[in-house]
């Protein structure tokens, strides 16, 4: 009745082109109808190959079927309709200026209509080995190894240990190439053969070894085999709803499609307006030393090369079966791993870098006289510090004793740059001085780290502790190995927060956490941590950020967005159960991701992931101030919590969206949406699974929220 009604409705006030909105001279817009009238909630892309790199603008249709794609740069593009429940349309040459009506095709089966679903409709179809089966019996048990525990576990491991690299569910993951196919005596050892492809070779290997290769290989086979004789996603995805329509994505290309990127920034987290209308910096990982960036304004990708050093490890040396797509040849040829960027206020780019050989100079360990070497001494660091400089176009780097991984500034006088170390192993959170270290050159003393010390004897002070492996000592404090993955400096006090990985990713028997690092006078000294894990039924953060209100944020491999405020904690946040996690259940708030749970899973999950979390501290999306938006990989999408309720930015084009990290900027705030937005970009490994092959770029994206679906 709905649409009939607003079918009838469009007729009337619009006879001829049912057209509201004003096109204007750089709008595409019309209406899109299929058989039965107007198509509400489909999507509709603009793309060209005119400019100096390749472009593409996608929005969504209202109620009654319309449609405007505003502010499209001169040239002439092709245009298409794609939707739930359709195949995509015949593309239309059009230019900007035009009112263009588009017939959107059904889709005739089940299976064609399938073929546009976000990967983890396909991923969920996953057989999870029952309850019954864990913990794993080993090689010559039911195949899972014994390292997994429990069906969670095993989850865990899927999700961040494959689906973090690979998007599962995507078209070139649901399929089996047919090379492996005809050189393999079944679907399990086509699925072996096409895990030695490439350069990520022994990382799968760890991974899969890990769960149990036997068990995982068998269950990722029988998924393949089963697509391939046509089963499909029991659950169909929901049209976008509500303000979901008012999303715009603008996307360009930019790096190589043999190249893949980990994430990238495109202005200050403490000033949204910093490098307003400026390029858009890139993080290629191991794939290559080319920094990819893009001039949005412009149109025009480009690349800086980071220097590399003599003996620097190279990404060539990996070891490798041939690929599918790019045969025998290695792809990446990176000596930097160029893991993640943060931009400082001046507009200087600072990488989580490699420049040297992983053993530490003498100054990080044993013997040294460094107050940090002194507490916890450190033998090697594989990835460090590097900074650019646009301005002057020059590189600066600093030497660190300890593992980089995710970077973020505090609000301090040093604007001190904290940094996570990815895995839990080493067992510390590091820092530079930033300020003092450009002013200076010095790098030994302006650094420092600190191992995760939680208060177990309960006397607010850090004092002796015993090992991670050690029984908790009612006169001593406890050491964790819990170096952060996620890490986030506070908006209200001088505490630093971090998230450690569970199994999944750490491979090691501990649940995940958040942590609340206190620095006190003397870091390395007096540090001490207080660390929660999340409430019965969820499980494992991973990435977490803070809003300016203290609450922060996480994503959960259970399929949940958490917020955790600790000013909720009734109890002791010290003593001898701190470092279970367990002290302030209350401090949690749930909010299950949309999209489908595996089966024989609790729906009170979804089989949905998220690889991180961002919090939209200044409304640059145009959702509210300190929205928390995960980068939902499962569901291709940016979702939010808003009013405790989600919403989910699905981003349709090119199929297989998946990302890493965002951020937003303010170009003009005096221009309302349109002088704002999010910025990420492509993260996913393999590129070439997604639409398009092994043409497909990796992407730049910018996503905003405008007032309505046809607002120009």
């Known amino acids: 009745m709905r649409t009939a009604f607003a079918v009838v409705l469009a007729a009337f006030l619009f006879p001829g082109s049912a057209l509201a909105q004003k096109v204007g001279a750089s709008d595409i817009g019309g209406v899109v109808s299929g058989p039965k009238g107007p198509e509400a909630g489909v999507w509709v892309i603009a793309e060209t190959g005119e400019l100096p790199t390749k472009y593409a603008k996608v929005v969504v249709t209202d109620e009654a079927g319309r449609y405007l794609i505003p502010e499209l740069p001169k040239a002439n593009y092709s245009v298409w309709v794609r939707g739930y429940g359709l195949v995509d349309s015949a593309k239309v040459k059009a230019a900007p200026g035009k009112t263009l009506n588009l017939k959107a095709v059904p889709a005739k089966t089940e299976k064609e209509a399938a073929e546009y679903y976000p990967g983890m409709y396909w991923y969920s179809l996953l057989n999870i080995p029952p309850r019954d089966q864990f913990p794993g019996t080993g090689e010559k048990g039911n195949g899972i190894s014994s390292n997994i525990k429990t069906q969670e576990q095993w989850v865990d491991t899927v999700k961040n240990a494959c689906q973090s690299c690979h998007a599962l569910g995507s078209k070139g993951m649901r399929t089996v190439p047919k090379t492996f196919q005809d050189g393999s005596a079944n679907s399990i050892a086509a699925w072996a053969r096409r895990t030695q492809s490439g350069q990520a070779m022994t990382q799968m290997a760890t991974g899969l070894g890990y769960m149990g290769i036997d068990a995982a290989l068998k269950n990722f086979a029988d998924w393949t085999d089963r697509i391939a004789k046509g089963e499909v996603p029991i659950a169909k995805p929901q049209r976008p709803q509500g303000i979901e329509r008012n999303m715009v994505v603008t996307m360009w290309d930019f790096s190589t499609p043999k190249h893949y990127l980990h994430d990238g920034i495109s202005t200050s987290q403490h000033n949204p307006r910093v490098n307003a209308n400026g390029p858009i910096y890139g993080s290629p990982e191991e794939s290559t030393d080319n920094v990819p960036v893009l001039d949005p304004v412009q149109h025009r990708a480009y690349t800086i090369k980071h220097f590399t050093a003599p003996e620097t490890p190279s990404s060539t040396s990996l070891p490798m079966q041939p690929s599918a797509y790019w045969g025998d040849k290695p792809i990446w040829d990176g000596t930097s791993s160029l893991h993640n960027a ?26 040294s006289n460094h107050p940090s070497a002194k507490v916890m001494p450190l033998d090697t660091s594989p990835r460090q510090v590097s900074v650019y400089d646009p301005k002057t176009f020059t590189w600066k780097v600093a030497d660190l004793c300890f593992p980089t991984h ?41 650094q420092g780290w600190t191992p995760i010390i939680v208060d177990t004897n309960g006397n607010g002070k850090r004092d002796e502790f015993v090992g991670p492996t050690d029984p908790v000592d009612s006169t001593k404090d406890k050491r964790l190995i819990a170096g952060f993955y996620g890490i986030m400096p506070s908006t209200i006090d001088d505490s630093v927060w971090g998230q450690s990985m569970g199994i999944g990713f750490a491979r090691m028997n501990q649940p995940g956490y958040l942590i609340r690092l206190n620095p006190g006078s003397n870091p390395a000294e007096t540090a001490l941590a207080e660390v929660y894990v999340p409430p019965e039924g969820a499980w494992s953060p991973r990435g977490m950020d803070m809003g300016t209100d203290g609450v922060v944020w996480t994503a959960l491999a259970s399929g949940h967005i958490a917020s955790f405020d600790r000013r909720k904690c009734k109890g002791p946040l010290n003593g001898p159960q701190a470092a279970e996690g367990k002290l302030c259940p209350e401090g949690w708030t749930l909010y299950k991701m949309s999209g489908p749970q595996f089966r024989g899973m609790p729906d009170s999950g979804s089989a949905n992931h998220a690889y991180y979390l961002w919090v939209d501290r200044y409304n640059t999306l145009g959702l509210g101030n300190n929205v928390p938006i995960a980068q939902a990989n499962g569901s291709e999408s940016l979702m939010a919590v808003v009013d405790g309720k989600i919403v989910d930015l699905r981003v349709p084009y090119p199929l297989g969206f998946f990302t890493k990290l965002v951020d937003g900027r303010i170009d003009d705030p005096n221009a309302g949406w349109k002088g704002k937005g999010l910025w990420t970009m492509s993260g996913t490994r393999t590129v070439f699974h997604n639409e398009g092959g092994t043409s497909n770029y990796p992407k730049v994206y910018k996503v905003q929220i405008r007032p309505s679906p046809i607002a120009n």
């Open 406 to 446: 995710h970077l973020f500034f505090a609000k301090d006088a040093d604007a001190t740059l904290w940094f996570s170390q990815g895995g839990p192993q080493s067992g510390v959170v590091g820092w530079l001085k930033t300020k003092r270290f450009l002013s200076t050159g010095d790098y030994v003393n302006n």
């Open 342 to 367: 943060i931009m400082d206020d001046e507009g200087r780019v600072w990488f989580s870098a490699r420049h040297r050989p992983p053993q530490n100079p003498d100054f990080c360990k044993k013997g």
